[in-house]
């Protein structure tokens, strides 16, 4: 009798599994033809609604209460070239860091890239890149690239262009959930970098908290690759770094409807 309700109860998670699965596709492709086309802070806004239906619709099942997500990720890279001096510089990758940081619900849910349908480049690396920026200038001034540390002290010391309480590093700590930055390379000019979200994953190795630490562009670049391998991640993190860098993580890059 004991083995008969049990046969029934995993055929019962089979049967949701496989409607799980089915409902997924079903919205990912309606949505998709419905908004595919969305550019700019539209299509940012519905990237947002999409992680915030994600993390509502999760259906327990299972023993473990598996959290099944059938409600697609609707987000997409977009691209974008920036130019000017220096400070506008800092100020628009600050601003575009703090987007991609918004549309993910501000450290507010965890997990949200975690699915038992498949196994895409955004659930096994658990990252979304919001944005590729260029710079469009040979140079950035007499003094040189901006380094690690200068642009994150940036972070720390400016204001918020929304929310005039808190820095543009406290928002990312603290304004919803917790929440860490990591500034992984030298913005120099005629470069293109990368604006990554990489959501929380318990690991092994560095962490964001000893690469914030590190003042050193040499020192850095020899904690990149233990970082990006280890997936130590106490909180979701904003990465900016080189975009060749950040694709060679295997973070999920493009529109991504229906991962």
Avoid at 129 to 158: H, S
Avoid at 167 to 192: C, H, M, W
């Amino acid at each position: 009798m004991l083995n008969s309700k049990k046969g029934d109860m995993q055929m019962s998670m089979i049967i949701l599994i496989v409607l799980g699965i089915i409902t997924f596709f079903l919205i990912a492709a309606a949505i998709t033809k419905a908004y595919g086309g969305l550019k700019g802070k539209e299509a940012e806004q519905l990237c947002r609604n999409s992680i915030g239906m994600r993390a509502n619709l999760a259906i327990n099942v299972g023993n473990d209460l598996t959290k099944l997500r059938i409600y697609p990720v609707l987000c997409k890279t977009q691209d974008k070239e920036i130019k000017g001096n220096r400070k506008t510089l800092k100020r628009e990758l600050a601003q575009l860091s703090s987007r991609c940081w918004w549309m993910f619900h501000e450290g507010e849910l965890e997990e949200i890239f975690d699915t038992i349908t498949s196994e895409t480049p955004l659930e096994t690396n658990k990252c979304f890149i919001c944005n590729t920026v260029g710079i469009d200038q040979k140079e950035i001034d007499d003094a040189g690239p901006i380094d690690e540390a200068e642009l994150f002290d940036y972070f720390v010391d400016t204001k918020h262009n929304l929310y005039s309480s808190y820095t543009y590093l406290t928002y990312i700590q603290n304004f919803k959930g917790p929440g860490s930055l990591v500034v992984l390379d030298q913005i120099e000019g005629a470069r293109t970098y990368g604006i990554a979200f990489m959501s929380k994953e318990e690991g092994q190795g560095v962490d964001a908290g000893t690469i914030a630490a590190s003042r050193d562009h040499q020192a850095i670049q020899n904690l990149k690759n233990e970082f990006y391998e280890n997936d130590n991640r106490e909180t979701s993190v904003i990465v900016i770094d080189n975009i060749n860098d950040i694709r060679a993580s295997g973070c999920a890059e493009g529109d991504i409807a229906g991962q």
